[in-house]
């Protein structure tokens, strides 16, 4: 660790006055504080950190040292860490080497703040190093260097710091000596925060034992930690039982159940937690909380709620918010109302590149490339760089309209002219869009020249382009990768048998079967949702437990006879090949966007527009049927499915069937 030569400090920073620029400060300072008593100059230095004015603080710091006043103990602490708010890694090795001189680099609290300083700013190692050199550490030293650790994505020695601690605590206990430490709840959070970030089976319960025998399960500050904790671990049923077992709760225990229950699909489950959250008189939603709610109203398509959020930020006047208004333009987007998107980006303040960005996936995932580039190219014109995300919108754009050609050129360009290095989800994009334009040769050998790993994503993509153009040969390749990368998913045993079933090599469809069978794979059960009046509805494939099931499917026999009538016929191929005839058409008419349809037919005004979301890819025979319905009931039906929106109005479809 190197530390600058000795030379007045903080030379390079400009000064106009010696504490302070602000008027109503200096006033105050000149009538009120002596200069010449260093315990000043402390209470002005610690008042500007807490305050947040750490280029201030410095300032002070700095004229102080310009009277030739010496600091004491008290002097460097809040110097140090005003460096570390402002990640001044110069200013903080010339704080350091004014400690050193003045020897108070060996005072615990001042090499505690020094740890944080250094980690702060990227030095993890220079931090280690005065970590090593304390010879009796306190709680803040070990808690400094271990959340050092975590800031600087070294989870794992974070943990192993921690447990270096533990045993330290343990040789002292029963030491009745003034250097005996012990574990408070700040220490417990940073080991908390490094076990979210590592895949060790076991660590945040085993923490979490250790919070509970301590008697620390009560603060707020530790339940919060947990609490995300068990959520990247993927357990978000222990996630809710730490949250239901705090006693005390504030914005952030709440934000946090929202956002766990959102970003794992659980829309319903958020908007429970957030109307508990509204019913609470201690507590006051905020940007956060709106956000997190809009993510979930997006996800299951909530609509109506989405709206009535919508209005919320209005009352609480954070339309302005960024994160907030780009939130709300995803939304309308994934909940089918593109145009109210747009209107709601235009309304916008100011914009940041997710904003942009989420205009354009929007209208790319409505099949409106052309819209989606025209934002695009409005975005480059306005002097927003695009990001590795804005190119995956862009590329999906093109892929979803099977532009080829313009693909190619923002794939080339990209890294080109925009200096963003192609990734998989890039590749991914354009081994989509060339597989299913049925340029498949040209798909694998892009794959090929990938530096990048392939994922299962860029392999189910071919092999689903296979499936369209019943190439078998790349289909085997690409389902040997799948199998490899991916073997639980049952999805990819199916797809390669019904290619199989295409090209009537049934020894090898038998052998998918049976595959299947001795794997225990089970094909997840497709469902779609449905929001009527504010209540999401959720229909599985065949589905019998829905309350009005018999009238549903009273009603679709009403329809199927009308269906009839136009030529409607269904696509056998999209069951399995073992079913009989009379049975394929049994299970085409009870898929679940069917029902879904059919029931919200039944319960709109004439001539409302629907919207249904679906799990998975919609099939060819739920395809033709809806865009018949449309025509017939004299409505539009907007059915997102797993890759796309599909706009059936008047007997045709936005997709026009390119999907």
């Given amino acids: 660790m190197k530390i600058p030569k000795q030379s007045s400090a903080f030379t390079k920073i400009p000064f106009r006055i010696h504490y302070s620029t602000k008027p109503n400060l200096t006033t105050w300072f000149n009538k009120y504080v002596d200069k010449s008593n260093v315990f000043s100059w402390n209470s002005i230095i610690a008042e500007l950190a807490r305050a947040g004015d750490s280029f201030e603080a410095l300032r002070a710091f700095s004229s102080m040292r310009k009277l030739s006043l010496k600091p004491n103990r008290s002097t460097f602490p809040c110097a140090i860490k005003s460096c570390s708010a402002l990640l001044d890694l110069n200013s903080g090795k010339q704080t350091h080497q004014q400690a050193l001189i003045f020897g108070y680099d060996s005072d615990l609290f001042v090499s505690s703040a020094l740890i944080d300083m250094y980690s702060k700013c990227g030095q993890l190692g220079d931090a280690r190093i005065l970590f090593d050199q304390i010879p009796q550490r306190n709680i803040v030293s070990w808690t400094s260097m271990m959340t050092g650790y975590v800031q600087n994505n070294s989870a794992h020695q974070a943990l192993l710091l921690f447990k270096d601690f533990l045993i330290q605590e343990s040789e002292n206990d029963g030491n009745d000596s003034n250097e005996q430490v012990f574990i408070d709840s700040v220490a417990f959070v940073s080991a908390l925060s490094a076990c979210s970030r590592v895949h060790i089976k076991g ?47 504030d914005e952030v225990s709440w934000n946090s159940m929202i956002s766990v229950y959102a970003q794992n699909g659980l829309s319903n489950e958020a908007l429970d937690v957030f109307y508990g959250m509204a019913r609470d008189n201690n507590i006051n939603y905020n ?79 409505h099949g409106r490339a052309k819209e989606a580039l025209e934002v695009f190219y409005k975005m480059i014109r306005a002097g927003v760089k695009p990001n590795y995300i804005t190119f995956v919108s862009v590329l999906a754009a093109c892929s979803h309209a099977g532009l080829v050609q313009e693909a190619w050129h923002w794939f080339d360009a990209m890294k080109d002219e925009f200096n963003v290095e192609p990734g998989v989800e890039h590749y991914g994009c354009m081994v989509d869009l060339l597989g299913r334009a049925g340029y498949l040769n040209h798909a694998y050998n892009l794959i090929k020249q990938m530096k990048a790993t392939p994922d299962f994503v860029i392999w189910g993509s071919l092999l689903a382009a296979c499936r369209i153009h019943k190439n078998v040969e790349v289909a085997e390749i690409s389902a040997n990768k799948l199998f490899e990368l991916d073997s639980h998913n049952c999805g990819y045993y199916v797809l390669l048998s019904n290619i199989y079933a295409d090209a009537g090599r049934w020894e090898d469809v038998e052998r998918m079967r049976l595959l299947m069978k001795d794997r225990g794979l089970v094909k997840p059960p497709g469902f779609s949702l449905v929001e009527l009046k504010g209540k999401v509805h959720v229909f599985l494939v065949g589905d019998k437990e829905h309350p009005q099931h018999e009238k549903i499917y009273e009603y679709m026999e009403e329809l199927n006879v009308k269906l009839q009538e136009v030529g409607y016929i269904p696509n056998m191929t999209s069951v399995l090949y073992d079913v009989d005839e009379e049975e394929k058409g049994l299970t085409l008419q009870v898929h679940s966007e069917k029902l879904a349809v059919v029931f919200a037919i039944m319960h709109t005004i004439p001539g409302a527009t629907i919207h249904v979301i679906k799990n998975l890819r919609i099939c060819g025979d739920c395809h033709t049927f809806i865009k018949l319905i449309s025509k017939i009931v004299d409505q539009e039906i907007v059915v997102r499915d797993s890759k796309r929106f599909h706009h059936f109005k008047d007997g045709f479809c936005s997709c026009g069937d390119y999907w």
């Fill in 203 to 249: 660590a945040s319960e085993g923490v979490h034992g250790m919070v509970i025998k301590k008697g620390f399960d009560g603060e707020v500050g530790v339940g919060n930690t947990l609490l995300d904790a068990y959520a990247k671990s993927g357990d978000v049923g222990l996630s809710r039982k730490v949250f239901d077992a705090m006693v005390e709760k």
């Fill in 287 to 365: 940007a956060i909380t709106l956000s997190a709610v809009l993510f979930a109203c997006a996800h299951s398509g909530a609509l109506q709620t989405g709206k009535c959020i919508h209005d919320l930020v209005i009352k609480m006047g954070l339309e302005d918010n960024v994160i907030v208004g780009t939130c709300i333009i995803d939304m309308y987007c994934k909940s089918g109302r593109v145009e109210m998107a747009r209107k709601a980006f235009s309304c916008m303040k100011e914009k940041n590149v997710r904003s942009w960005t989420a205009l354009i996936a929007g209208y790319g995932m």
